[in-house]
């Protein structure tokens, strides 16, 4: 099993894998459909798809030949476990041609024991586990039991972890800084860019599922936005206008005056070019010190925007600090933008962060603002590269 599991994880690293699944009572809930999907998605690169149901993997079996992670959700009595609870369900799902197993290992009680159930899949299936869990806790648990991958799959959908928003990046970086087994990170991964960051936090695979293949949810999604009227209080009004006040967001009126201050700005300085597109979102900088693992220690984000060097966030691990670190990274972002040519360059701080080092490093404060928040001041700086 290591060599298949070893030839598994090269092929899985860094790869998108995608769940393949649809509510109990939808029209796509077919196994002729669902092997569709995952044949359509291994088409577009998914390095693997998760599939529930012994039904289901046969189904997808005879279309692909990428790697299948076989799931069975059955609820039994007397235990909250869902996810392939039982030996019998793994060796239905290993039997249909599943190439890993995934169990709920989470802290819960369960029919049989974590170590003697991880132990019979591999002993007597030849097939690597992946243990979908919900906390550091449960991870090392299910890691001490023998478990070959861990999954954040069950993180904010237990009660031990109810209220927790997914998906859980913090678990992840957690468990891969604790643990060495590869870790895949699953669970609302909603966006391209989520799973890029899933992928630079350590996750070796990303496995996502509603975004991709969720149609109804998506549907009910997109269809809740479009009729959804944002609430607003009434202030004034005559014949003509009314003044009306948001207290939630208001994405299309938000971005339709910003635009129309964009149009504004650049028409007035037309000559100059200071508003067009590309100058006004100015150019990123982002410098990062990363270990041997390329896990973030410490890091610099900013932007430089016309002759200006845009400080937005320094951050160094309190591990670590002390040691230069910090100095480092302004030094090395105020060289970068002196290269694009930069003058200036401006950043802001409170009370509580880090004042005194920035004037150490030659800023000089010109504004200050008490009791922003409560109790705390708020510092402006700017230096003159």
Known sequence: MSHDLAQLLQLLESGLIVSCQAPADSTLNQPAIIAAIAESVVAQNAVAVRIDTPERVTAVRERISAPILGIWKQ????????????????????????????????????????????????????????????????????????????????????????????????LLTQITEKLNLPVFCEGRVSSPELARQAIDLGAHAVVVGTAITGIEAQTQAFNTAIRRKIPSLLIEHDSDYHFALFTQEHPSYRNYVRSKL????????????????????????????????DKVKAGLVGLTRWNWLLIETLWVEESIRQHGFGSRLMDLAEQEAKQRGCTEALLDTFSFQAKEFYEKLGYEMFAQVDDYPSGYSFFQLKKNL
């Open 75 to 170: 609820p039994i009595s007397g235990s909250e476990i869902y996810i392939t609870p039982t030996f019998a369900h793994a060796c239905a799902l290993a039997t249909a041609g599943a190439d890993l197993i995934a169990i709920d290992a989470t802290l819960r009680d369960r029919p049989e024991p974590l170590e003697t159930f991880i132990q019979k899949i591999h002993q007597e299936l030849d097939t690597p586990v992946v243990a979908d869990i919900d906390s550091l806790e449960s991870a090392i648990a299910a890691a001490e039991a023998g478990a070959d991958i861990l999954a954040t799959t069950l993180y904010g959908f237990t009660a031990a972890t109810k209220g927790a928003t997914s998906p859980g990046f913090d």
């Open 262 to 293: 964009r149009q504004y700005n650049t028409e007035n300085t037309s000559e100059n070019g200071f508003f067009e597109q590309g100058a006004l979102r100015g150019l990123p900088i982002e410098i990062f010190l990363l270990d041997d693992r």
